[in-house]
């Protein structure tokens, strides 16, 4: 079973829209989670993480995630999406040894005025 | 700025010839890794390294080799290259100290086996 989940391969909204992309991850990985993102023609960026504590975490342009343990979910959130958020998004966990982080197989947000 | 950098960016080589790509970084870290990324399929590790002379494999190894004989060099090598392994690679180390766990990426190395 594919240890980190995205269920959504794409994701079109309109801008000022909100938006959710899911992301659940499996008991064979570890509860140290990531959001990368992805622009075009670009590396990834941290975009947030969860390691302990707050089960909700931000990043500093508007999205959040909340850190699900009886849902082994770890969705990420933003209320207002501008056309600027259009990218590549991977949700990611590191393995149970803490060794290498495993990725989810990404979701396009794409954003439309 | 993460001190990572890749070369070559872009490559264009024929089935069944040896490709190294190189991955350098300037900050010292201990993990450094190799991923590559297709259409559909995210980003998959390849192999990683823990140390000098220290690696593993990881989901994708199988057509790839690794080495790191200093700590700011990791090569990833693709003995004899088939098109299947076309693919933009990246490379990435993982913070020591401060932000543990993160990951920081290289800007990727297009290859494409013809």
């Known amino acids: 079973a594919q240890s980190v989940t995205q269920l959504d391969s794409q994701v079109p909204v309109f801008e000022e829209a909100p938006v959710e992309l899911r992301c659940n991850y499996s008991?064979?990985?570890?509860?140290?989670l990531f959001w990368y993102v992805q622009y075009p023609n670009q590396g990834l960026q941290l975009l947030l993480k969860?390691?302990?504590?707050?089960?909700l975490v931000e990043s500093i342009n508007g999205f959040e995630a909340e850190f699900n343990k009886s849902q082994t979910s770890f969705h990420l959130r933003k209320p207002s999406v501008h056309i600027s958020d259009t990218a590549e998004y991977f949700c990611?966990?590191?393995?149970?040894?803490?060794?290498?982080?495993?990725f989810g197989k990404g979701t396009t947000l794409s954003v439309s005025s | 700025d993460a001190g990572i950098t890749q070369s070559p960016r872009h490559k264009v080589t024929e089935t069944g010839t040896p490709v190294t790509l190189r991955c350098h970084q300037t900050?010292?870290?201990?993990?450094m890794y190799w991923y590559r990324q297709d259409p559909g399929h995210g980003l998959r590790l390849i192999h990683y390294?823990?140390?000098?002379?220290?690696?593993d494999k990881g989901e994708v190894s199988d057509g790839y080799s690794v080495s790191r004989s200093k700590t700011e060099d990791f090569l990833l090598t693709l003995e004899s290259a088939t098109s299947s392994q076309t693919s933009v690679y990246f490379c990435?180390?993982?913070?020591?100290?401060?932000?543990?766990?993160?990951?920081?990426f290289g800007e990727g190395s297009r290859l494409t086996v013809l």
């Open positions: 990435a180390i993982r913070a020591d100290r401060g932000r543990a766990g993160e990951l920081f």
């Open positions: 008991s064979s990985v570890s509860v140290y």
């Open positions: 969860y390691l302990s504590g707050s089960t």
């Open positions: 990611a966990a590191y393995n149970q040894a803490g060794t290498a982080l495993i």
């Open positions: 900050e010292n870290h201990r993990y």
């Open positions: 390294s823990y140390g000098v002379k220290d690696t």
